[in-house]
């Protein structure tokens, strides 16, 4: 532990390779990681311009839901860069998507009951909540959403909701068919059965059946052109390979609100691992490493690792009361979003504590101490690998965490710089639990209504970061056409976004301050813990 870290700042049940630490890791800010590497000359451009593999923040995860694809971060850099049309990616549209999308049912409530539920009403509101997720439970269980689409070639965003690392390593469509339950009509619990392997299946279906992601992005770096002579190199067969790992190895502390380390098991597929919420730094040091060996038989030319956000940050997990003290970033408790102060009860109501929740951020700052490693030990062997420093930006971006205290804030903190387009919003976006009313958006901005997943203006914000590291790269953008190059630094349209963006530009007029239809939602379909693969 660290050498101003007090013995009433631990938390008994934390292991001991996790490294207690008082303040947030210094992000890598230089994605090259300030080691220069020289570039092969190759001519000619690759088949596969963009790969990513990743999870629900790749996928396109929004409001407890994978369902707007179209408008995930991988999607919006290949928009910019001109290989939109080429990029291939599963859909889920069908009743607001896998499993159970909160802004769909909201605006079908909005829809028959208007923008307030009276008193008298609220029985038949329940009711109709019922009826929306017995519709999507047919649909995606006995309807056209139950089959896996017929694809053409291999997905191009091979990124699956709920996926840790040890899933990337073995998933594949066959153990996935094999793991399915037989779906039941259930009246009192109509939650979509099989949901994350429903979803696996959107993006394995396009793979052999024994194939995981990563063999899947290798066979699309085989498609690499010849070297046209003159000494120059093989095109390999992907331009860049975004990697997107390791949230969800840590992500169930809050989701479930339950810290449970990671113990044997963990790199196995099974009850053992689906049980833990966080896993000790050295265990997610072997699984990434071996994940890591993986990518280095993919033909890239250019590699970027994304590293882990410190999960605590996300509004699914809200600080209560006020901090335990000036120069902390923690609160007392944290707990669901629509508990109040005054309603919280500690032995009643599912929380972490502030020991626990410095212990999750400390083992994310070694998770991310150790891919920037990985990155390092690349660069200096003359591979073209980056980081972007995901957990830097949403430090940033932290309104409870840092914003206005001084005291709280690192000495590398300086606030980020949201686009202009964003900016101009108002009120101003922040990291808030997403409030609406009849008036427009209250509050929150960069979180989805799930208070996990961004808002798609969020996604362009990644995507931006993504964009600037393949610019630092000399990757080549190109105009709508694929053919007429673009100058100049590349920005992601932000005005696009915000009107593409329904809960900005036209956010649900029933969501009011208490939040108290999510508090109904999860405590009748447990929403918020399943959001972690085959959780129980």
Known sequence: MGADIT???LDAKTPSDVKIRSQARTPDFDPTLGIPVALPEVTGVSANKLVVIGDSISAGFQSGAIFNTRLSWPKIVAYEAGCDRQFRYPLFDGYGGLPLNIEYLLRQLEQKYGSKIS????????????????LIEDYWERGPGANAPVTTGIMHNLSVYGWDLRDALDR????????????????????????????????????????????????????????????????PGIGTLVVFLGANNVLGAVTKLEVKWSDSGYNKLGAAKNSY????????????????????????????????????????????????????????????????????NSSRDPKITANEARALDSAIDQYNDLIAQVVKERRLKGQDWYVMDIAGMLDRLAVRRYFGNSQAQPE??????????????????????????????????LFSLDGIHPTTITYGMIAQEI?????????PF?????VTPRRGPVQVDFDRLVRLDSLISKPPSSLAGDLKILGWLDETADLFSRLNPFSK
């Open 412 to 445: 590398w903190w300086t606030p980020y710089e949201l686009p202009a387009a964003l900016k101009a919003l108002r009120p101003t976006i922040n990291s808030r639990f997403f409030s609406s009313g009849p008036q427009g958006r209250l509050d929150g901005g």
């Open 7 to 9: 013995q009433d700042q």
């Open 172 to 235: 594949t469509a066959n153990n996935l068919l094999a793991d399915r339950v037989l779906p039941k009509d259930d009246l009192f619990t109509q939650f979509v059965e099989n949901a994350n392997i429903r979803a696996g299946l959107g993006v394995y279906s396009s793979m052999s059946g024994d194939d995981t992601v990563l063999d899947a992005a290798k066979k699309l770096g085989e498609q690499g052109g010849d070297s046209g002579g003159g000494g120059k190199a093989r095109i």
């Open 478 to 482: 190109y105009h709508a056409d694929g």
């Open 277 to 344: 919420t966080a896993w000790r730094p050295e265990h997610f040091a072997a699984e990434y490493k071996l994940l890591a060996k993986k990518l280095d038989g993919i033909k890239a030319q250019h590699v970027i690792l994304v590293n882990v956000p410190h999960v605590t940050i996300a509004p699914i997990a809200r600080g209560v009361d006020k901090k335990i003290g000036n120069n902390s970033r923690y609160f007392p408790f944290y707990t669901r979003p629509w508990i109040t102060d005054e309603q919280f």
């Open 467 to 475: 964009i600037n590291i393949m610019q630092l790269a000399r990757v």
């Open 119 to 134: 008193l008298w009403e609220i029985a038949g509101a329940l009711f109709e909540i019922r009826h929306q997720m017995a």
